[in-house]
T-cell receptor
Framework: QKEVEQDPGPLSVPEGAIVSLNCTYSNSAFQYFMWYRQYSRKGPELLMYTYSSGNKEDGRFTAQVDKSSKYISLFIRDSQPSDSATYLCAMSGGYQKVTFGTGTKLQVIP | DTAVSQTPKYLVTQMGNDKSIKCEQNLGHDTMYWYKQDSKKFLKIMFSYNNKELIINETVPNRFSPKSPDKAHLNLHINSLELGDSAVYFC???????????????FGPGTRLTVL
């Protein structure tokens, strides 16, 4: 079993829809949870960073962590065509080593 | 004023050749990384250096040798290239050794390596 599981998609939604992206993990040592966005032929860029269980909001983006279920989510409200990218969840238990999910490819259709 | 830069952007070479990829960061970070992203977009860490010292060395063939001349540079040399080495290689940097808010990793644009 992989340490981090993420549905690769692709996920196609109409513009304006609410998008839900999810990851599950098996390593209880993970304490830090991140979401990266990667546009085609570009490097990943950090979108959201959370430490504790609960919700964190930043504009149209909300990151949710449920440590008891080992489940994290990223919600995108009012999705835009510019949100079309691959979204990678990432987790760390400390000392730099970050484990990434395989990424979910999202397409927002105008 | 690119934060993390890599050269070359594309690299096409024959099996058996030796090649190098260079990475430079101007963020003043202490830690640099090399990642490999395969065709299925799976991003896997290969190496991590902190202040020129090797911190993480994942299960990577010893044909891959990172070199850090100073904390702003981390180069990747690959000997005897194989077909399976074809992938996108990303360099990244972060500020601190331990995880926390300052552990955010900033990625370069990637080097697309194709081995024929």
């Amino acid at each position: 079993q992989k340490e981090v599981e993420q549905d690769p998609g692709p996920l196609s939604v109409p513009e304006g829809a609410i998008v839900s992206l999810n990851c599950t993990y098996s390593n209880s040592a993970f304490q830090y949870f991140m979401w990266y966005r990667q546009y085609s032929r570009k490097g990943p860029e950090l979108l959201m960073y959370t430490y504790s269980s609960g919700n964190k909001e930043d504009g149209r983006f909300t990151a949710q962590v449920d440590k008891s279920s080992k489940y994290i989510s990223l919600f995108i409200r009012d999705s835009q065509p510019s949100d079309s990218a691959t979204y990678l969840c990432a987790m760390s238990g400390g000392y730099q080593k970050v484990t990434f999910g395989t990424g979910t490819k999202l397409q927002v259709i105008p | 004023d690119t934060a993390v830069s890599q050269t070359p952007k594309y690299l096409v070479t024959q099996m058996g050749n030796d090649k190098s990829i260079k990475c430079e960061q101007n963020l003043g970070h202490d830690t640099m990384y090399w990642y490999k992203q395969d065709s299925k977009k799976f991003l896997k860490i290969m190496f991590s250096y902190n202040n020129k010292e090797l911190i993480i060395n994942e299960t990577v063939p010893n044909r891959f040798s990172p070199k850090s001349p100073d904390k702003a540079h981390l180069n990747l040399h690959i000997n005897s290239l194989e077909l399976g080495d074809s992938a996108v290689y990303f360099c990244a940097s972060s500020q601190e050794v331990t995880s926390g808010p300052s552990d955010t990793q900033y990625f370069g644009p990637g080097t697309r390596l194709t081995v024929l």
